[in-house]
């Protein structure tokens, strides 16, 4: 009885065997790709930063599944599965080869979104130029330049586009990565003569009211740390700065530690400078002078 069921089930799926492995292949492929697709878009609903980046993506990733559905059911009218595995990788090869440009664009999308190495509104710095990221596209990242033909660290408002399969192969620095704020430091060279207590009491207090929001939030005050120099004393006043305000807090820091050390006699800035002493012949200083040399 088996063998009068079984023998024709199994005769009739040897003459239908090429077609049913085309039938099953696709199967397995649309449940796979349902699964997967309905995970990524949670994923990335959450995680993306604009919901076009989300459709757009999707949008590639719906047309790279029916492609490789298409070749792998012509692919299955074989018949043989050895063939179909072989002609799976050749396609594989052959895909990757053409679209690796794109395809390591939308990688690094991916990438951003996964890792979180920056976002929109950090300032980083790629490829040598420092910006502050405006946008985060599928091919490419959106800066807004950060000096460039000007000094200092404004913004210049020259938009910057950065290919994202570049970002496998650069350096990333990002000024807000763990917090929004930095350590930054105003330096100040002073003379010798200088009451050193009182020009670190007056760095400290200009950093310390430029900085007041900061240093209320951070917990964590102004310092100094000093160096000799070849003609006076190099301080340096350290604080935390907002990344984006870095110029504008040590540029009104600056001026208001000039402003300060010109209202006292005890400390004075140390320039470059030549100081010539002017004796008249024969008084008792130039004579003093002249036979110490003599004596050596």
């Known amino acids: 009885m088996y063998e009068r069921i079984l023998k024709p089930v199994i005769e009739y799926l040897g003459r239908h065997r090429s077609p049913l492995l085309a039938v099953l ?17 949670r994923y990335l609903e959450r995680a993306a930063h604009k919901p076009e980046n989300v459709q757009g993506f999707l949008f590639i990733w719906r047309y790279v599944w029916l492609g490789i559905g298409l070749i ?20 594989g090869m052959i895909m990757g080869w053409s679209l690796q440009a ?28 420092v910006g502050d990221v405006v946008d985060i596209t599928l091919t490419h990242i959106v800066l807004n ?29 990002n000024y807000s990565f763990e917090t929004k704020y930095l ?8 003379t010798y003569e200088t009451n050193v207590k ?19 939030e951070t917990r964590q005050e102004p310092f100094i740390r000093s160096e000799l120099a070849d003609s006076g004393i190099r301080m340096r006043v350290r604080y935390q700065t907002l990344a984006v305000e870095r110029q504008r807090i040590s540029s009104e820091i600056v001026m208001l530690l000039i402003d300060e050390f010109n ?4 400390v004075e800035f140390c320039y470059p400078h030549t100081e010539v002493l002017y004796r008249p012949k024969g008084s008792p200083d130039l004579q003093r002078d002249t036979e110490a040399a003599a004596h050596g």
Not at 145 to 170: C, D, M, Y
């Open 183 to 190: 350590l930054d430091e105003v330096p100040v060279l002073i």
């Open 25 to 41: 292949v696709i199967l397995g492929l649309w449940i796979a790709y349902r699964l997967i697709t309905r995970a990524l878009r």
């Open 198 to 216: 009182e020009a670190e009491k007056i760095l400290l207090d200009c950093a310390r009211r430029v900085t007041e929001d900061i240093v209320n």
């Open 102 to 129: 794109p395809v390591t664009g939308i990688a690094a999308w991916l990438m951003v979104l996964l890792k979180r190495p920056f976002k929109i509104g950090d300032r980083i710095i790629i490829a040598g130029i």
């Open 145 to 173: 330049q950060v000096g460039g033909t000007i000094g200092g660290e404004e913004k210049s408002g020259r938009g910057v586009h950065i290919p994202n399969a570049t970002l496998f192969q650069q350096v990333i620095y």
């Open 72 to 91: 792998f059911a012509l692919v299955s009218f074989s018949g043989s599965l050895v063939s179909l595995g072989i002609s799976a990788a050749f396609v």
């Open 263 to 266: 209202k006292t006699d005890q």
